[in-house]
Every structure is written in C-alpha cells, then in structure tokens.
C-alpha cells in the first residue's frame, strides 16, 4: 500500500512570513500533484510535478519533487490570508492501477492577517 | 465553477432513508470518480468510471451503490447508510482513465442520524 506522509498537519503564522509544507512516502511515484481546497470546496489542482528534481513555480509558491520520486515539497513566500486552506499532496503510481491518485491526510494552513 | 456539479451541496438523512448524490460535468471528460474524504483521512477513492463502465469498486459496502448512464453524468445511491458514513463525498472528472488533471466538484456533506 502506498501512503503519503503530509507534514505539519496544521500550521498557522503571520501575513508576510514563509512557510514549507512537506509530502513524503517510501514508494516511488510517476508523478505528484498538489491541491488546495478550501472550506466547504473541492479540491482545486495546483501543479503536476514529474520529473526527479523538478521544480515548478506558481507565482509565491514553489514545488518541487524530490530526486528519487519518493517526496515533495510546497514552498510558500510572503503567505496571503488568501493561501489559506488545505494542502493535499497526491500520488500517481504506475503499473496497473496507476490511473488512482494516494493522497496524504493534507496540511491545514493559515495565514493570519 | 469548476466544471463538475455536485448536488445537492447538503444532505442529512436517516439510517432508514434513501437518498442519491448526482454529479454532472461539462468537461467533455470520459473518466469519473467518487471520493470519500472524512476527517482526519486522507481521501478515499471509492467508484471509478471509464466511457460508462465501471472499472473500480474499491471494497465499499454495498450500501453505497453508482450510476453511470452516461459520460457526463454519475450517480450514488445511499441506502440503509450508518453515522459513520458523514462525510464530504466528492466527484471528480478526469479526460480518460490515464489524464493526469483532475477536476472536482464541491462535494455534498452528508450527516447520517
């Protein structure tokens, strides 16, 4: 089974500061997507990240995926109340069954005014 | 909006009752999920449909039963649901079986008394 550590689960800090988000596993993936959802909404697709070493920007966040395939990181500068939500990273595995996404348990952010 | 339409948005049923949950997406997508996401889990994957046939039924209780009639539409069926059922169901399209892009909708919550 394949399981996506997400860490922290909760993280709350000021307007201005930088925060990192992290998305680990022991199994190796083809891909990895990171979402945003915010209360009451579905999850909203942030960035597909493929490539060992990749790294994607979009706007004040940076991701990128780690060298092996195994983790990943959401990096946020100058965090905006409106960054506030939930953080999930998921998983695309390859071989039969690689179509379903694993995702983590998320990160809940917020960014206080 | 997101492509994919979720209703009703809220839905609080008894044990006794039947209810369904529609999803309609206007993606021109051939893949269509259901998710289950409860608190403090990570999301769930429930049903998969590939161009109206099911190709995924990840150990859900029969209780908990799908349509599909046709691409742009999919269904689920509650009956005889139990507390531990609440939770947010969510809907996602997907261009094929192999599309990396996920869209969602913005989920029903159900509460079961």
């Known amino acids: 089974t394949q399981l996506l550590e997400q860490s922290p689960q909760f993280l709350s800090i000021q307007e201005g500061e930088n925060l990192t988000v992290y998305c680990n596993s022991s199994s190796v993936f083809s891909s990895l997507q990171w979402y945003r959802q915010e209360p009451g909404e579905g999850p909203v697709l942030l960035v597909t990240?493929?490539?060992?070493?990749e790294v994607k920007k979009l706007k004040r966040l940076t991701f990128q995926f780690g060298d092996a395939r195994k983790d990943s990181s959401l990096h946020i500068t100058a965090a905006q109340p409106g960054d506030t939500g939930l953080y999930l990273c998921a998983g695309v595995g390859s071989g039969a069954g690689s179509y379903q996404l694993t995702f983590g348990k998320g990160t809940k952010l917020s960014v206080i005014p | 909006e997101t492509g994919v339409t979720q209703t009703p948005r809220h839905l609080v049923m008894g044990m006794t009752n039947k209810k369904s949950l529609k999803c309609e997406q206007h993606?021109?997508?051939?893949?269509m999920y259901w998710y289950k996401q409860s608190a403090k889990k990570p999301l769930e994957l429930m049903f998969v449909y590939s161009l109206e046939e099911r190709v995924e039924n990840n150990s859900v209780p029969s209780r908990f039963s799908p349509e599909c009639p046709n691409s742009s539409h999919l269904f689920l069926h509650l009956h005889t649901l139990q507390p531990e059922d609440s939770a947010l169901y969510l809907c996602?399209?997907?261009?094929?079986?192999?599309?990396?892009?996920?869209?969602f909708g913005s989920g029903t919550r159900l509460t079961v008394v």
């Open positions: 990240v493929v490539t060992g070493g």
């Open positions: 996602a399209s997907s261009q094929d079986l192999w599309g990396r892009s996920f869209t």
């Open positions: 993606l021109g997508h051939n893949a």
